[in-house]
């Protein structure tokens, strides 16, 4: 869109910005006093000189002198243009720039300024509204919250620092008092403080009778709420909604409050709750934040690790808090860069933070995280948990899962260590241990590579949707202009041999007989012949050898050639189980790709699938049905994969019951003890079995 970019947006959008963020994702940096310091990206240089000061929100270089903002910082690293480097910070906020003048239509200026009018009145509006949960915290309603919040033994003056508020019992006080401030209910209603009920037309505060936990950016500024029922109402804790300032995924509570008491932070702990915070800072813990209704994120730990060198994640000590563990190991192993530490504290059963240091007190509880396991000796509890490693099977196990968790450490002194202890543990060879390193990382280089692809096709698709993605060259670039499979062939399609089913071999059953329980197909089989009759060879070497075309190549060939036919399947895949293969089978998992990648770019050509698979291990296969002709009538295709998927379903309900029954069974003739579930399920697979009979 043309037009100038407002000043007061730029100014706007660099004051919600945070310099060390931006810099920090581009340039290693590490905490310095109140800076940040790193090797300059704009000269070359043995030793740190760069810069970036979050309080003046600046960057500078004492060597070659570059300075300025996140906005400069941008358009000099990643050679932007001016409005390219706005827009950029603009999506990191889910914002859109908003432009004067130039070509807009009236419509367009007019749309503009009503979003603009609705942001600047969201600037306020949560500042407004945390003023006046506080309020209402101490008018003589709120007693019972005053009650519960002392019973929690927190004090006037943490309450002060957290901003702790109350939003009092009833539909529309809130409403009410930002009405007055001149804010429409549009905008609250944006902002996640009222609800819209969609069938009465009704407009409501959406906290109500709760004691209130102002979420606050790096600036200290309320951007969101968390409230927590004082009784066991459900749910116990309700959080805003995302909004145009909130994104859950990357904010933390406490985490402004911790900057704040301690300028000098060198470890933050990750626990599970607002209270759990505000609890630990009564303590004189003031180094806590917590998540919002989600896992801890990369994005979290990017945030923390740019304030601190050591994280400390903090489970309850049950089997949910130990998933939850295992969960972090594996998002914090990719941020894992030299120098950083990340530990794991485990809780009695029965206690929370904001229990424990209340029994304990601040002395025994940081006594706690000091001794939380560290991420070595986390990592390789976990991969040999439940596993005898002294059994060769399980030793392997153990292994192949160290030496995935430990691929995804960046390279340095941490990963070397690592390695040096899964050697000691596992009794391999360094080298061996190597080369299964390489090893993954050229698969995991090869996935990626192929996502990107994909992609790229799914693009290219979605432009050309309105016609055939081939016409007019769009998919010159991601596939070759190809009009036909002949000029596919000659660009390179179809290269090489394929083991397993060929064109030339297929045809029916010497059998005119239809199998027991197969579909009837609508006047012509598969291969477009009468029923009975058989399809001619096509090829001397074909014509020793006859055998059934199985269900799945069926179903391939008609996808291969009707790919638009996809949208028609169910929306799950577990029918496919009654094709009457592994689903580890080469076709099942062929099958699967196949559909979810046409299912999600709904394409319309043949071309843009095998492009997809140009260069893998499947390619030559689908090529190879895409060149044999589909000689089931246009008009009964779709009844026909209908028919199919029928008779899979049909299979699946009728062997899944008894190859459940059938392993349970065998499990207790084995001797081994079935669960109380697994009894139930048995009692009830024999039922349903005798029922069927």
């Given at each position: 869109?043309?037009?100038?970019?407002?000043?007061?947006?730029?100014?706007?959008?660099?004051?919600?910005?945070?310099?060390?963020?931006?810099?920090?994702e581009?340039?290693?940096?590490?905490?310095?006093?109140?800076?940040?310091?790193?090797?300059?990206?704009?000269?070359?240089?043995?030793?740190?000189?760069?810069?970036?000061?979050?309080?003046?929100?600046?960057?500078?270089?004492?060597?070659?002198?570059?300075?300025?903002?996140?906005?400069?910082?941008?358009?000099?690293?990643?050679?932007?243009?001016?409005?390219?480097?706005?827009?950029?910070?603009?999506?990191?906020l889910?914002?859109?720039?908003?432009?004067?003048?130039?070509?807009?239509?009236?419509?367009?200026?007019?749309?503009?300024?009503?979003?603009?009018?609705?942001?600047?009145?969201?600037?306020n509006?949560?500042?407004?509204?945390?003023?006046?949960?506080?309020?209402?915290l101490?008018?003589?309603?709120?007693?019972?919250a005053?009650?519960?919040?002392?019973?929690?033994?927190?004090?006037?003056?943490?309450?002060?620092?957290?901003?702790?508020?109350?939003?009092?019992?009833?539909?529309?006080?809130?409403?009410?008092?930002?009405?007055?401030?001149?804010?429409?209910?549009?905008?609250?209603?944006?902002?996640?403080?009222?609800?819209?009920?969609?069938?009465s037309?009704?407009?409501?505060?959406?906290?109500?009778?709760?004691?209130?936990?102002?979420?606050?950016?790096?600036?200290?500024?309320?951007?969101?709420?968390?409230?927590?029922?004082?009784?066991?109402?459900?749910?116990?804790?309700?959080?805003?909604?995302?909004?145009?300032?909130?994104?859950?995924?990357?904010?933390?509570?406490?985490?402004?409050?911790?900057?704040?008491?301690?300028?000098?932070?060198?470890?933050?702990?990750?626990?599970?709750?607002?209270?759990?915070?505000?609890?630990?800072?009564?303590?004189?813990?003031?180094?806590?934040?917590?998540?919002?209704?989600?896992?801890?994120?990369?994005?979290?730990?990017?945030?923390?690790y740019?304030?601190v060198?050591?994280?400390?994640?903090?489970?309850?000590?049950?089997?949910?808090?130990?998933?939850?563990?295992r969960?972090?190991?594996?998002?914090?192993?990719?941020?894992?860069?030299?120098?950083?530490?990340?530990?794991?504290?485990?809780?009695?059963?029965?206690?929370?933070?904001?229990?424990?240091?209340?029994?304990e007190?601040?002395?025994?509880?940081?006594?706690?995280?000091?001794?939380?396991?560290?991420?070595?000796?986390?990592?390789?509890?976990?991969?040999?948990?439940?596993?005898?490693?002294?059994?060769?099977e399980?030793?392997?196990?153990?292994?192949?899962?160290?030496?995935?968790?430990?691929?995804?450490?960046?390279?340095?002194?941490?990963?070397?260590?690592?390695?040096k202890?899964l050697?000691?543990?596992?009794?391999?060879?360094?080298?061996?241990?190597?080369?299964?390193?390489?090893?993954?990382?050229?698969?995991?280089?090869?996935q990626?590579?192929?996502?990107?692809?994909?992609?790229?096709?799914?693009?290219?698709?979605?432009?050309?949707?309105?016609?055939?993605?081939?016409?007019g060259?769009?998919?010159?670039?991601?596939a070759?202009?190809?009009?036909?499979?002949?000029?596919?062939?000659?660009?390179?399609?179809?290269?090489?041999?394929?083991?397993?089913?060929?064109?030339?071999?297929?045809?029916?059953?010497?059998?005119?007989?239809?199998?027991?329980?197969?579909?009837?197909?609508?006047?012509?089989?598969?291969?477009?012949?009468?029923?009975?009759?058989?399809?001619?060879?096509?090829?001397?070497?074909?014509?020793?050898?006859?055998?059934?075309v199985?269900m799945?190549?069926?179903?391939?060939?008609?996808?291969?050639?009707?790919?638009?036919?996809?949208?028609?399947?169910?929306?799950?895949?577990?029918?496919i189980?009654?094709?009457?293969?592994?689903?580890?089978?080469?076709?099942?998992?062929?099958l699967?790709?196949?559909?979810?990648?046409?299912?999600?770019?709904?394409?319309?050509?043949?071309?843009?699938?095998?492009?997809h698979?140009l260069?893998?291990?499947?390619?030559?296969?689908?090529?190879?049905?895409?060149?044999?002709?589909?000689?089931?009538?246009?008009?009964?295709?779709?009844?026909?994969?209908?028919?199919?998927?029928?008779?899979?379903?049909?299979?699946?309900?009728?062997?899944?019951?008894?190859?459940?029954?059938?392993?349970?069974?065998a499990?207790?003739?084995?001797?081994?003890?079935?669960?109380?579930?697994?009894?139930?399920?048995l009692?009830?697979?024999?039922?349903?079995?005798?029922?069927?009979?």
């Amino acid at each position: 869109m043309a037009g100038l970019i407002p000043q007061g947006f730029i100014d706007d959008l660099l004051a919600r910005t945070d310099v060390v963020e931006v810099v920090g994702e581009r340039v290693q940096l590490k905490k310095a006093g109140k800076s940040y310091v790193g090797l300059c990206p704009f000269h070359q240089e043995n030793s740190p000189s760069f810069n970036v000061i979050p309080d003046k929100q600046f960057y500078h270089c004492f060597g070659c002198g570059a300075s300025g903002s996140a906005l400069k910082f941008l358009m000099e690293f990643d050679r932007l243009p001016f409005p390219d480097a706005v827009e950029q910070l603009a999506s990191r906020l889910a914002l859109e720039v908003p432009r004067e003048g130039g070509s807009q239509s009236p419509h367009e200026r007019r749309e503009r300024q009503r979003r603009e009018q609705a942001r600047e009145e969201g600037v306020n509006l949560l500042e407004s509204a945390a003023d006046f949960f506080r309020q209402r915290l101490t008018e003589p309603l709120a007693q019972p919250a005053r009650d519960y919040l002392e019973g929690r033994g927190l004090s006037r003056e943490v309450m002060r620092d957290f901003g702790i508020g109350f939003a009092p019992e009833g539909w529309e006080h809130l409403k009410h008092h930002l009405t007055k401030l001149g804010v429409s209910e549009d905008v609250q209603i944006e902002y996640g403080l009222l609800i819209h009920h969609e069938e009465s037309g009704r407009r409501y505060d959406r906290f109500r009778d709760r004691v209130i936990f102002p979420i606050r950016d790096w600036k200290g500024r309320t951007i969101a709420f968390g409230g927590r029922v004082m009784g066991d109402a459900k749910p116990k804790y309700l959080n805003s909604p995302e909004t145009p300032v909130f994104h859950k995924g990357r904010e933390l509570y406490g985490l402004f409050e911790a900057r704040k008491a301690n300028r000098k932070l060198e470890r933050m702990l990750i626990v599970e709750g607002y209270m759990d915070v505000v609890a630990l800072a009564q303590y004189g813990i003031r180094n806590a934040c917590a998540t919002l209704g989600t896992a801890t994120s990369e994005d979290h730990l990017k945030r923390l690790y740019r304030l601190v060198d050591e994280v400390v994640f903090c489970f309850d000590g049950d089997k949910a808090g130990r998933q939850a563990a295992r969960r972090a190991l594996e998002t914090v192993l990719d941020v894992m860069i030299d120098g950083r530490q990340a530990r794991f504290l485990f809780l009695p059963d029965g206690e929370d933070p904001d229990s424990l240091v209340r029994r304990e007190g601040q002395e025994a509880f940081e006594k706690r995280v000091t001794c939380a396991s560290g991420l070595s000796e986390f990592l390789f509890e976990q991969a040999a948990e439940g596993r005898d490693l002294k059994r060769m099977e399980q030793l392997e196990r153990f292994v192949t899962q160290a030496l995935e968790w430990i691929s995804r450490v960046p390279e340095g002194v941490l990963r070397s260590l690592l390695l040096k202890e899964l050697e000691r543990r596992s009794g391999l060879e360094r080298e061996r241990l190597d080369a299964m390193l390489i090893e993954r990382a050229a698969v995991r280089e090869a996935q990626q590579a192929r996502l990107q692809q994909h992609q790229q096709l799914r693009q290219s698709a979605s432009v050309a949707s309105a016609g055939n993605p081939l016409e007019g060259g769009t998919l010159a670039e991601a596939a070759g202009d190809w009009s036909s499979l002949d000029e596919m062939a000659d660009a390179g399609f179809g290269d090489g041999e394929s083991d397993g089913w060929q064109p030339d071999d297929w045809h029916q059953s010497t059998s005119s007989e239809p199998q027991e329980g197969a579909p009837q197909h609508h006047g012509t089989s598969p291969s477009g012949t009468s029923p009975g009759q058989q399809v001619r060879r096509s090829s001397p070497k074909a014509a020793s050898k006859r055998f059934s075309v199985s269900m799945l190549t069926r179903l391939l060939h008609m996808l291969v050639h009707e790919p638009l036919l996809a949208a028609e399947l169910p929306d799950s895949d577990d029918w496919i189980e009654g094709a009457g293969e592994s689903l580890d089978s080469e076709d099942a998992l062929l099958l699967g790709e196949v559909i979810c990648l046409l299912k999600a770019g709904q394409y319309r050509s043949p071309q843009v699938l095998l492009a997809h698979f140009l260069g893998t291990a499947q390619g030559p296969r689908l090529e190879q049905l895409a060149a044999h002709e589909l000689l089931i009538p246009r008009e009964v295709r779709s009844a026909e994969l209908k028919g199919l998927v029928e008779h899979c379903q049909h299979q699946r309900a009728r062997s899944t019951p008894e190859a459940e029954y059938q392993a349970l069974l065998a499990k207790e003739k084995r001797g081994e003890k079935l669960s109380a579930e697994e009894k139930q399920r048995l009692m009830a697979l024999l039922m349903q079995l005798a029922t069927r009979r």
